[in-house]
């Protein structure tokens, strides 16, 4: 079974920083790129960042532009989303997500992890 | 990136067919066939519905379609289901290593 499980998430004060983790499993994780969506409370989805199957290729929303930081193992088919200068805005689940054709940035997303709650509030 | 837009919600019986738009620009949706639609029920993450605007994946009922008409995509959902009352957003390709989401529509099955 395609499976990703996300980990991490917590309550942290404004300012200071924490680690996202996304397992896969059931697929050849070296060969996809994967997606991070986030979900303010009560609010829609929102694109945060992705990073192709190699690396090569890594995005990120203008919102968390140069305070989150996406790297991937694929020795240990996981990656991490390190979050800095963390906000109360930032607040939400996040969500990682795994794309639907190989060896490619972005298609679209087909598999999607349950989800992991960052509250940033003092 | 502004977002995606999408009505706040939409409504339909039983058996009936509702179509969900979601409007971008010449440089999202209009430009790419890489737009996608997932459904997401309260307290659970997405799930992929439709992939480049047409395609359905393995399992997803035939009666969801997609399709596009210059700036805007749109859903369809025939013969609705109680089990369809959801929320749905649609997803787009930006260009570069940007990906775009609509404000989502709830729809809500009378």
């Known amino acids: 079974e395609v499976q990703l499980v996300v980990s991490g998430g917590g309550l942290v004060q404004p300012g200071r920083s924490l680690r996202l983790s996304c397992a896969a499993s059931g697929f050849t994780f070296e060969d996809y790129g994967i997606h991070w969506v986030r979900q303010a409370p009560g609010q829609g989805l929102e694109w945060v960042s992705g990073i192709s199957w190699n690396s090569g290729t890594i995005g990120y929303a203008d919102s968390v532009k140069g305070r989150f930081t996406l790297s991937r193992d694929n020795t240990n088919d996981s990656l991490s989303l390190h979050m800095n200068s963390l906000r109360p805005d930032d607040t939400a689940v996040y969500y990682c997500?795994?794309?639907?054709?190989?060896?490619?940035?972005?298609?679209?997303?087909?598999?999607w992890g349950e989800g992991t709650t960052v509250t940033v509030s003092s | 990136q502004a977002a995606l837009t999408q009505p706040a919600s939409v409504s339909g019986s039983p058996g009936q067919s509702i179509t969900i738009s979601c409007t971008g620009t010449?440089?999202?949706?209009?430009?790419?066939?890489?737009v996608s639609w997932y459904q997401q029920h309260p307290g659970r993450a997405p799930k992929l519905m439709i992939y480049?605007?047409?395609k359905r994946p393995s399992g997803v009922s035939n009666r969801f379609s997609g399709s596009k008409s210059g700036n805007t995509a749109s859903l369809t959902i025939s013969g609705l289901q109680a089990e369809d009352e959801s929320h749905y957003y649609c997803?787009?390709?930006?260009?570069?290593?940007?990906?775009?989401f609509g404000g989502g529509t709830k729809l809500t099955v009378l």
């Open positions: 997803s787009s390709y930006a260009g570069g290593t940007t990906v775009i």
């Open positions: 480049e605007v047409t």
């Open positions: 010449r440089s999202d949706v209009g430009l790419y066939s890489l």
């Open positions: 997500a795994k794309v639907g054709v190989r060896r490619l940035y972005y298609y679209y997303m087909d598999v």
